[in-house]
C-alpha cells in the first residue's frame, strides 16, 4: 500500500515536472530584432528609440504577455540598398518574432516588402513612408509614428494662417522628404499659400550654401524645410549663420528641432514646429513616462523616444490578448488594432491602414525645449489610407 502510494506519489511528481517543463517552453522569451540606424545622420534617432522600446519593457516587469524579451540588433545605416539583406539577417538568421523599424522611408520600403512577402510581424517606430500605410498596407505591419505627410500639412496650415503668401521648401531628395514637402502644400493651399519654389539635395548630403544663397534670392515669406538628426543640427545653424533666420521664418516638421536643440543652442530660437509630440504636454502618462527616462537614460526623450516606447505598448497590447502566444496571429493583430494606445504625446487610435491618427501640436522653441503652443490639427488621419485589407 505504502509502496503504490510512493508511486502514485511519484508518477504525479514526474507528470508534475513534465507539465512545468512544457510551460517553461512557452515562456521562453520573445525574440525582438531592432532594425535602426547606430550609425550616419540618423544614428541619434535610432538609439532613442531602442532606449524608448526597453523603458516600456522595464516599467512592465521587463515581459510583455508574460514573456521575456530577446533583442537583436543589425545597423540599417539608413542605406535602402542594404535593406534587403539587413532584415533578413533577423529574419532568417535570428529568427525573431518580431521587426521593430526603422527610421528611414527608402529603408522601410524594403523592409515592408520582405515583411509582407515572409509575414512577419513589423512595427515601425519611425520611418513616415506613405505606401506602407497606403497601397502595400497588409495584417502584419503597424505604425507606431505618423505618415510623412500628417505633421507637414499641419505645420502648411500654419504658415499660411500666419500670412504666409509665398514659401519656399527644402529637403532632402527621397520620399520622405517629398511626402512632407506634399502635406505641407496642401495645408499651406488650405489656409491661402503656395509654394513657389522647391529645393532639394541627395540624402544625406549638408552642402547647404548654394541652397541658402537661392533662398535669399528668391525672398519668400518663409521656408519649410525637412532635415532630421545630424543634418538638422546643420542646416539650422547654416540657416541662422547665413542671417536668413533674421528676415524669413524657418517652419518644419517638428524633426527639425527634436533631439536637435542642445547642438543648435540659439540658431533655433523661437522657431516654430509641428509634431504629434512636444515638451510641457498636460499628459498624465508623458510625466511618468519623462520621469522614468530620466531616471534610466541620464537624459529627455524626443519625439523618437517616444515612438519607441509605444511600438513596445502596441506589441504588448497584442501580445496581452493572445498571452504572449505569438502564433495566434489574428487575435494579436485584432487587438492592437481596436485598442487605443495611451502615448506619452496623448492617446491615440489606429486608422485601418495602421497608422496613428493623432492630434498634431504647434510647438515654439524656448531654451532647450519645443514647448507646446497649442493643437494646430485635432485627430488627423492620413488621408491616403484607403487600406484593402
Ligand atoms: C523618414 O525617412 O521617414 C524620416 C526620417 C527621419 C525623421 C522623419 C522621417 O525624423
Redesign the pocket.
Known amino acids: 500500500m505504502t509502496c503504490r502510494r510512493r508511486t502514485l506519489a511519484g508518477a504525479f511528481a514526474a507528470s508534475a515536472f513534465l507539465l512545468g517543463a512544457a510551460g517553461a517552453g512557452a515562456q521562453t522569451p520573445i525574440k525582438v530584432g531592432f532594425m535602426l540606424p547606430y550609425t550616419g545622420t ?1 544614428a541619434a ?1 535610432g538609439s532613442a528609440i531602442e532606449n524608448g522600446f526597453r523603458l516600456y519593457v522595464a516599467e512592465q516587469g521587463g515581459k510583455l504577455g508574460g514573456r521575456g524579451l530577446e533583442y537583436f540588433k543589425v545597423d540599417d545605416e ?1 542605406d535602402p540598398s542594404k535593406a534587403v539583406d539587413n532584415i533578413n539577417k533577423l529574419i532568417k538568421r535570428d529568427n525573431v518574432d518580431v521587426v521593430v523599424g526603422t ?6 520600403m524594403a523592409m515592408a516588402k520582405v515583411a509582407k512577402d515572409t509575414n512577419t510581424l513589423l512595427i515601425i517606430p ?4 506613405e505606401a506602407v500605410t497606403g497601397p502595400m498596407c497588409a495584417p502584419n505591419i503597424f505604425r507606431s ?2 505618415s ?1 505627410w500628417q505633421p507637414g500639412y499641419a505645420m502648411g496650415k500654419v504658415a499660411g494662417s500666419r500670412g504666409a503668401k509665398k514659401v519656399a521648401t527644402i529637403t532632402w531628395k ?4 517629398d ?2 514637402v506634399q502635406g505641407f502644400k496642401d495645408g499651406l493651399k488650405s489656409s491661402g499659400g503656395e509654394v513657389v519654389k522647391e529645393l532639394t539635395l541627395p540624402f544625406p548630403n549638408v552642402e547647404f550654401q548654394a541652397l541658402l544663397t537661392e533662398i535669399a534670392a528668391t525672398k519668400p515669406d518663409a521656408v519649410y524645410a ?1 532635415f ?2 545630424g543634418g ?1 543640427v546643420k542646416f539650422v545653424k547654416d540657416y541662422a549663420a547665413a542671417g536668413l533666420n533674421k528676415t524669413i521664418p524657418l517652419y518644419g ?1 517638428g ?1 527639425l528641432t ?1 533631439g536637435t536643440l542642445e547642438a543648435q543652442g540659439a540658431a533655433a530660437r523661437g522657431m516654430l514646429t509641428t509634431l504629434h509630440y512636444a515638451d510641457g504636454l498636460a499628459v498624465p502618462r508623458d510625466k511618468v513616462f519623462r520621469s522614468d527616462y530620466a531616471r534610466m537614460f541620464k537624459s529627455v526623450p524626443d ?2 523616444a517616444v515612438q519607441g516606447y509605444d511600438a513596445a505598448q502596441m506589441l504588448g497590447v497584442g501580445l496581452a490578448a493572445v498571452q504572449g502566444d505569438v502564433k495566434k496571429r489574428n487575435e494579436l493583430v485584432a487587438a492592437i488594432e481596436k485598442t487605443p494606445i495611451d502615448s506619452p504625446r496623448g492617446a491615440f487610435t489606429l486608422s485601418k491602414s495602421h497608422n496613428p491618427v493623432q492630434d498634431i501640436y504647434l510647438r515654439k522653441v524656448v531654451g532647450t525645449e519645443n514647448r507646446v503652443e497649442g493643437v494646430a490639427v485635432k485627430a488627423l488621419a492620413d488621408p491616403g489610407t484607403g487600406c484593402p485589407m
Do not use: I, Q, R
Open positions: 540618423y534617432l539608413s527610421v528611414h522611408s527608402g529603408v522601410v519611425n520611418a513616415g513612408a509614428s505618423f510623412n527621397y520620399a520622405a522628404g511626402e512632407s525637412f532630421a538628426g538638422a516638421p524633426f527634436d519625439v523618437y
